[in-house]
């Protein structure tokens, strides 16, 4: 493998169409209620964590008032379970009134005052996944209009209790009633997820040219085999996957889950590395208000965050897959950077792997080498060899640049629209 072959494969690959809404153009960041929240909605007995307008208010504070929403964490996403069991009288959705009293539009408008954006959950079958009202193909219109009316920002098209054909034609028709409305609102389409997420059952050039964002896979949990075995997804069918991404259009390996209760400190700094890898959107799905000084450290460690939101859009890979259990994972990066992580599959103790830049591919002679976890620079040769320790189901994630040049420092959290 050739680095350079690798990047001008990657770059041709942008040439595919990409949904013209201008949104999100680098991978969206913020937070999902789903993972940690799932369909509480007993607001009379557990009021702080049930699916309400208070939840959401609750989230929208902590990322404006506690330093997420200067590094780029805008979203604040509804998932199910929000509306009434029912339509209104013009066949429109309508939030539950007791758990949403202000309405969706108040809530929204509370979070563009902060400079925050709002995200809204569907389904294009008869019913959501937990039996509230779905979005068949003879409500699309109406249904866009109605989250454009509420100012929505976002909208997470599900698909329970639909089939394939509806699928085929609901997906794309969601896509142009979105965009009839005038206003700007990413789209994110489950649709891979329930066709098995690879060709020939889907269509990766197709849903770059209607869809922001697309769930390929299965729902993450709050556990270290879960995020696993979306990583092994993902990274066993990077040939199909990586080239499906880039700006305004991003796989989607699902939310982050650290800071819940299923990951160690090793585990949740992988998953985060490795989300980074992937240029994946960073939808964080755990309590704010009562998150651990580690875990916020880990989500908002500005050298992945610029990594993740690197301007060129291309997503990452596996490159090594060593016996010892050690795997190596590589992104290129703007101004001929680059992202390396080795990861340990091990659950023994820390495994010392020794390796050199030259054997990974990289044949510049000199470049500078700094730790996204603990700031550390050096200067490595290609040729020299070096050994990185890394802990059981852990990672060292590098930044890469040549060495001396200005354009070589860390990267910085880029400060564009992406939604």
């Not at 699916?51 to 590094?71: P, Q």
């Not at 866009?144 to 098209?157: C, H, N, P, S, Y």
């Not at 060709?199 to 896979?217: A, D, E, I």
Request: hydrophobic share 35%.
């Amino acid at each position: 493998m050739n680095l350079a072959v690798l990047v001008f494969a990657s770059a041709a690959t942008l040439t595919t169409f990409a949904l013209d809404n201008g949104l999100m153009r680098t991978p969206p960041m913020g937070w999902l209620a789903w993972e940690r929240y799932r369909c509480d909605i007993d607001c009379e007995h557990d009021p702080k964590n049930c699916i309400s307008e208070n939840l959401f208010i609750d989230m929208a504070d902590r990322l404006f008032e506690d330093g997420w929403k200067e590094l780029g964490y805008v979203y604040v996403n509804i998932d199910d379970c929000w509306s009434l069991k029912t339509r209104d009288k013009q066949g429109r959705l309508q939030p539950d009134p007791k758990r949403f009293p202000g309405g969706i539009r108040k809530l929204s408008r509370y979070m563009h005052d902060r400079g925050l954006k709002l995200g809204i959950y569907g389904d294009m079958g008869n019913y959501t996944c937990m039996g509230y009202p779905g979005t068949p193909l003879d409500k699309i219109a109406v249904d866009a209009q109605t989250f454009a009316d509420w100012e929505v920002d976002m909208f997470k098209f599900d698909g329970c209790y639909s089939n394939a054909t509806d699928q085929e034609q609901g997906y794309p028709l969601m896509s142009k009633a979105l965009n009839a409305t005038g206003r700007p609102i990413g789209y994110s389409c489950s649709w891979p997820a329930y066709q098995g997420g690879l060709p020939p059952k889907v269509n990766y050039t197709q849903l770059g040219q209607l869809c922001n964002l697309w769930r390929n896979y299965g729902d993450i949990q709050d556990s270290w085999d879960s995020v696993l075995s979306i990583i092994d997804w993902v990274f066993e069918n990077q040939d199909v996957l990586t080239p499906a991404a880039g700006p305004g259009r991003w796989n989607d390996p699902d939310m982050l889950i650290v800071g819940n209760f299923g990951l160690s400190k090793d585990q949740s700094r992988t998953q985060m590395a490795l989300w980074a890898i992937m240029a994946a959107p960073l939808f964080m799905s755990t309590d704010l208000r009562v998150i651990s000084g580690e875990a916020r450290s880990i989500l908002q460690n500005k050298m992945i965050i610029g990594i993740n939101q690197d301007v060129l859009g291309f997503q990452g890979r596996r490159i090594l897959k060593e016996k010892s259990g050690i795997e190596v994972f590589w992104r290129p990066l703007s101004n001929n950077a680059s992202a390396l992580v080795f990861f340990s599959r091990r659950t023994d103790m820390p495994y010392r792997y020794k390796t050199s830049l030259s054997k990974l591919n990289y044949t510049a002679d000199s470049y500078k080498v700094t730790d996204v976890f603990t700031g550390k620079t050096d200067i490595l040769k290609d040729s020299t060899d070096f050994v990185v320790s890394v802990n059981p189901t852990g990672v060292v994630m590098w930044y890469i640049s040549a060495a001396g040049k200005l354009q070589d420092e860390p990267p910085q959290i880029t400060k564009i629209d992406s939604t």
